[in-house]
């Protein structure tokens, strides 16, 4: 059985936010997905710095994009279990896949939603006629 430690250790903390570091480079280096999703957050950040958007505008989009980040980390490592377990063609497991992949499309619709709540008013009121 593995030990695990009962007190408090600044040192184990610091191991912790390295692995979780770990694992968001490794999402990136490894799943093509990720990129676009960087892209996208790169992308709002400067939007949201070009149209001076307010204080309530930022969280709405860091919950948004923090939505989609989180479920395509689950998503990633749902296939990459199953995908652990068997390589075989199971179509029980294939559902569990697009559920998993499923549920960063409503993620991302619901960012993609928010973001045109916030964003296209100041398009129209820049760009507008």
């Known amino acids: 059985m593995r030990y695990t430690q009962t007190t408090f250790s600044w040192r184990a903390r610091r191991k912790s936010f390295f692995y979780a570091g770990a694992g968001i480079f490794h999402l990136l280096r490894?799943?093509?997905n990720a990129w676009i999703h960087l892209a996208i957050t790169i992308l709002v950040a400067g939007a949201s710095v070009y149209f001076n958007i307010s204080q309530i505008e930022i969280a709405l989009l860091c919950f948004a994009i923090g939505l989609v980040w989180i479920a395509e980390m689950f998503n990633t490592c749902v296939e990459k279990t199953l995908d652990f377990i068997t390589q075989k063609r199971c179509e029980e497991i294939k559902r569990i896949k697009d559920m998993?992949?499923?549920?960063v499309?409503?993620?991302s619709l619901v960012a993609v939603l928010i973001g045109a709540?916030?964003?296209i008013p100041k398009i129209i009121v820049i760009y507008g006629s």
């Open 117 to 119: 709540i916030v964003f």
């Open 30 to 32: 490894t799943e093509h």
């Open 105 to 107: 499309l409503i993620a």
């Open 100 to 103: 998993a992949a499923g549920a």
